[in-house]
């Protein structure tokens, strides 16, 4: 036992659901009334983590400002480091929690500070006000953890700037809903934000402008400490050998010569797999990649390589025949990609059970999950949670009804799912549509990758909690956007 | 360490090149003519470029003009203007000369109607002209000047040292149609002043002339009426926080008469009007069940000389708190399974001799409806079902077309009976769908069905409308900005306007300045603006 976090109020009914829905909730209607002047979250006396914890006086800080948004006194703690606050979230941290609420006093036990989080969490959405604006929570008992250990969400800077602001904001809401895993695909085709110590020049030149439009150092930074302090990881995305139109301006003879008959074309396609500088090139961004994102994950994409330019240039064709591969170039690929992934292996002391495959491939997912699960990899579901795709009326419903375990295969393959990500593809997206798109759509992904299946499987009975829920995200100043018709009594109040 | 993960975006290349070169890559000159929305009816530019110094360039009344400074809305929109073309006031501290010095803005006709509102008749066109020293903007009146001010606003590029500068160019422009609106939903969910007043805003950016404010409905009551206090204290949402004061809908009406734009309230009925029933009794008609009432309401009560006391009463205060000369009085999707269920309507039907055609009770409440709107002097618009029921309407009134299948036929059918319309149904932006929609919208020709030229020219204009079901303030904007900047082109520009590719272009250009306006509309496809939005 890490933590435990006493909540004091004063003695004193309105039941309501928690989003995601927590394992399990009892709930009484006997109601206890906050103070916000009495109130105030302490260390429990057989805690490992006390005053000085990082994340967890900044999370107290926090949770009382959005449990009483009308009291800024929050409480002054120092923000001193002591072991166990200062990690990351990784793949196998504990977020199992116990909170118990009862007459004057609350209760919140977890293994880990992220547990913790959770559970702050949870507490913050049971308070709630009367019609004169007095705190109340009710008798609850909570026992609860995650279904899934990676619940992740996708956002996508490359193909429209994404400024610093609006992801913070992201990473605020995705606390909101448990999720856990910030998959920034952060370079591609477009452009190239990414400012590298290593290589300046891929956003000097790669990015859509050199200074207003890149994140830099201290950006980055920014993002993953926002993130720690809200359990999440960062698992920054650098997709090769397609998607990287964008890499070949700041890095020269990085991609392949496109030709045309005997003649180079002047474009360019795939990175060039045939010669050295190119692992050369990806060994010491890949350094750089691990020195700065604290993760011991990092996406390598690897999909939807066009071949096209590849035929076309004399050397990859001579490259070919010497290699032996004849016409087969899913065989250069490979090449590419084993090579990029022992660079990458020396650089991150690679096991060969880290590997997770994630299925993006919409109609045939289940069966595509019952293949490689088969073949023992771990796998990771976003296919049906392409949010970027949107329709009239209320697709959360689709997200809320799949289903990750449902497909054929034994037990010991089920559990090679180990979680999911929704998927916020930036063709159509930037600051101006990004939160009202993502919230509260992404929040059914969210409750299916933390809650019972089992308890959860009625959209209609969850769409109260969820309109309540993103009334909720309104209040603490996310701008969801509306399930159905009807009114939140804190109206979104910017444009 | 690694891990292999697979995920990619379902996107054409092809398109992706097209779209992400745009921006700073083009050329000045090039990024000048190709960023104005709509394009004018007539336009010449040459290279030879001006520059417009913060320092000493102006925007004044022409000596010859009718208006002067008591012209409170073009002094407002000089300003307005003004900050648009030389943003906020750090960049107006460039110093450098002008060869622009000002923009003088000549009113032709004796009235510069400054004082008035614009109307269905106004005239908007304009003659712009930029030479060196002095631009000059005719126009008929006041109307006419906002919208060359506009435009003369799209004109001004910065080029690579933030100079400002305008291209020597003569314009000659008027609106192809004279309806061009925009329709917000805000019962299904309460829209907050700002957001409405923030759309005004981008309205005017495209040109569009009437805000159709479908202000009531079935969910909520919004608007405070001063007559039927109870209408909106037991209707709305809530009654202090998602209701309209008098004062607002005054401030909505005057913001919008500032840019040239019609405020056109909408007050549906027989159907759509349950949140009308919270606060007058017995205005709804009791449904049953079996032989007894049910405890639910459904339409207006058509039998009662009370419910025609009441909007006799209501209509009388629209029309003094909306100048505008039309009210749109709805008509659209009454169900008629309550007053199936009703004996007493029953009853009324057999008396009446309409057999069991429940159309024809419609028609009968309608009908003394609009004899109720028309002896407040009022002018009204109507949904199209009340034209198909055979309503008796006044020559003036202006059916609006919404439904989808037969667009065609019923566009021919309301111009052959010789009454005046226009055409939603392809512009309803609420249902929205992957990808770049727009160029659906803009591809739209709404005089597209057989009829003679005099049925054509009865064809005043369209809207887009956003119904509120999905949309509340925190998505409106995105949603409906740029996608209805393309129906503002189709109603504006001429018909020989539709080559989509010059549009993206133009488009994408111009959904940037109304991002460095302030407006949060959402981009058309990957790429960027030098200024990306930052209100968040």
């Not at chain 2, 925007?59 to 000089?78: R, Y």
């Amino acid at each position: 036992m890490c933590c435990a976090v006493l909540f004091f109020f004063l003695l004193i009914v309105q039941v309501d659901g928690v989003w995601p829905l927590p394992q399990q909730l009892d709930q009484s209607a006997d109601r206890n009334s906050l103070s916000p002047q009495r109130f105030s979250f302490t260390y429990g006396r057989d805690s490992a983590a006390q005053t000085g914890c990082s994340v967890l006086d900044a999370a107290f800080k926090r949770y009382f400002s959005i449990i009483f948004p009308d009291f800024t006194k929050g409480s002054g703690l120092l923000i001193v480091k002591t072991r166990g606050c200062d990690g990351y979230p990784d793949e196998d941290s504990d977020e199992s929690y116990n909170l118990s609420v009862s007459e004057g006093q609350a209760v919140l036990r977890s293994v880990t500070v992220w547990g913790a989080l959770r559970g702050l969490e949870s507490f913050s959405q049971l308070v709630y006000q009367d019609d004169y604006g007095s705190y109340f929570i009710n008798k609850t008992e909570i026992v609860d953890f995650p279904r899934f250990a990676f619940r992740g969400l996708l956002l996508d800077t490359s193909r429209h700037y994404l400024p610093l602001h609006a992801i913070l904001k992201t990473l605020d809401a995705m606390a909101y809903s448990k999720f856990n895993v910030f998959h920034w695909h952060i370079v591609d085709d477009p452009s190239f934000p990414y400012q590298s110590r290593t290589f300046p020049d891929l956003s000097n030149k790669g990015a859509f402008h050199p200074f207003t439009h890149v994140y830099t150092q201290s950006d980055v930074m920014r993002v993953i400490e926002h993130a720690r302090m809200r359990g999440i990881r960062v698992i920054p995305e650098f997709d090769s050998p397609g998607h990287t139109q964008s890499w070949g301006k700041g890095q020269p003879n990085l991609l392949t010569p496109c030709y045309k008959g005997d003649v180079p074309s002047g474009s360019f396609g795939p990175v060039d797999p045939t010669v050295d500088t190119t692992y050369k090139f990806m060994e010491s961004l890949l350094k750089e990649v691990k020195f700065v994102f604290p993760d011991s994950y990092v996406h390598l994409g690897g999909d939807e390589v066009s071949f096209a330019c590849w035929q076309s240039n004399p050397n990859v064709r001579t490259f070919m025949e010497k290699m032996g591969f004849g016409k087969d170039f899913t065989k250069l690929e490979s090449f590419y990609m084993e090579r990029t992934s022992i660079v990458w292996q020396d650089v991150f002391d690679y096991h060969e059970r880290d590997t997770v495959l994630e299925i993006w491939k919409g109609e045939t997912y289940q069966a595509e999950l019952s293949r490689m699960t088969k073949a023992g990899h771990r796998v990771l579901l976003s296919a049906p949670w392409y949010i970027n795709h949107i329709s009239y009326g209320q697709d959360w419903r689709n997200s809320y009804a799949v289903q990750p375990q449902n497909f054929s295969g034994t037990e010991e393959q089920k559990k090679l799912v180990i979680g999911g990500e929704v998927a916020m593809w930036g063709e159509y997206v930037d600051a101006t549509n990004l939160n009202p798109r993502l919230w509260p759509r992404a929040c059914a992904a969210a409750e299916r990758l933390w809650s019972d299946e089992e308890k959860t499987l009625n959209a209609d009975l969850a769409f109260p909690r969820l309109e309540k829920f993103r009334c909720e995200l309104l209040r603490r100043g996310i701008q969801a956007e509306p399930l159905f018709v009807g009114h939140c009594k804190h109206e979104y109040d910017g444009l | 360490m690694y891990c292999l993960l697979k995920c990619a975006p379902l996107i054409l290349a092809v398109a992706v090149c097209h779209g992400w070169l745009f921006g700073d890559f083009v050329r000045k000159q090039e990024l000048n003519e190709i960023s104005l929305w709509p394009i004018p009816q007539k336009f010449q530019s040459s290279a030879v470029a001006f520059k417009l110094s913060p320092a000493s360039f102006q925007i004044v009344h022409a000596k010859q003009s009718s208006a002067g400074p008591s012209c409170s809305i073009l002094e407002n929109a000089f300003r307005r203007y003004f900050e648009y073309v030389f943003g906020d006031l750090k960049s107006r501290k460039k110093v450098y000369d002008s060869d622009l010095v000002e923009l003088q803005v000549w009113i032709t006709s004796a009235d510069p109607e400054c004082d008035g509102y614009p109307s269905l008749q106004t005239d908007e066109s304009y003659e712009l002209s930029v030479d060196e020293p002095s631009a000059v903007l005719k126009a008929a009146n006041a109307w006419g000047a906002l919208r060359g001010l506009e435009t003369f606003s799209q004109l001004v590029y910065e080029d690579d040292y933030g100079a400002n500068n305008i291209n020597k160019t003569e314009i000659s422009d008027f609106p192809r149609f004279a309806h061009r609106g925009i329709l917000l939903d805000s019962s299904r969910h309460f829209l907050p002043l700002k957001v409405i007043l923030a759309n005004l805003e981008a309205m005017a950016m495209n040109k569009f002339n009437v805000f159709h404010w479908h202000i009531v409905d079935d969910q909520s009551f919004p608007y405070m009426s001063r007559t039927f206090p109870d209408l909106s204290q037991k209707g709305a949402y809530h009654p202090f926080t998602h209701v309209y004061t008098p004062s607002d809908v005054k401030m909505v009406i005057e913001f919008a008469r500032m840019r040239g734009i019609r405020v056109i309230p909408e007050f549906d009925t027989p159907g759509h009007t349950r949140s009308w029933g919270n606060g007058i009794k017995d205005l709804l008609t009791p449904c049953y069940s079996g032989s007894s009432p049910s405890g639910t309401f459904g339409p207006v009560n058509p039998i009662l000389n009370s419910s025609y006391d009441f909007m006799t009463e209501f209509f009388k205060e629209i029309s003094t708190v909306f100048p505008d000369a039309y009210i749109h009085l709805g008509g659209d999707e009454v169900d008629f399974s309550c007053w199936k269920s009703n004996p007493d309507i029953q009853k009324f039907m057999v008396q009446q001799g309409f057999g069991t055609d429940y159309s024809k009770l419609e028609s009968f409440y309608v009908q003394r409806l609009l004899d109720i709107v028309a002896a407040t002097k009022k002018g009204y618009m109507v949904w199209q079902e009340v034209f198909d029921n055979g309503v008796k309407l006044k020559d003036d009134t202006v059916v609006e077309v919404w439904m989808g299948n037969k667009m065609e036929e019923e566009l021919q059918n309301v111009t052959g009976a010789g009454f005046t319309t226009i055409l939603s149904a392809p512009w309803y932006l609420d249902y929205i769908s992957y990808g770049q929609d727009w160029q659906r919208y803009y591809k739209v020709e709404p005089l597209n069905f057989p009829g003679t030229d005099a049925q054509k020219k009865l064809v005043i204009g369209g809207e887009a409308c956003l119904w509120g079901e999905y949309v509340d303030a925190t998505n409106l904007t995105p949603r409906l900005w740029p996608r209805a900047s393309a129906v503002a082109e189709r109603l504006w520009s001429d018909k020989s306007v539709t080559d989509v590719g010059n549009a993206y272009n133009r488009l994408a250009q111009h959904r940037c300045r109304m991002v460095k306006r302030g407006i949060p509309a959402e981009p058309l496809f990957v790429g960027h603006c030098r200024q990306e939005y930052m209100g968040l």
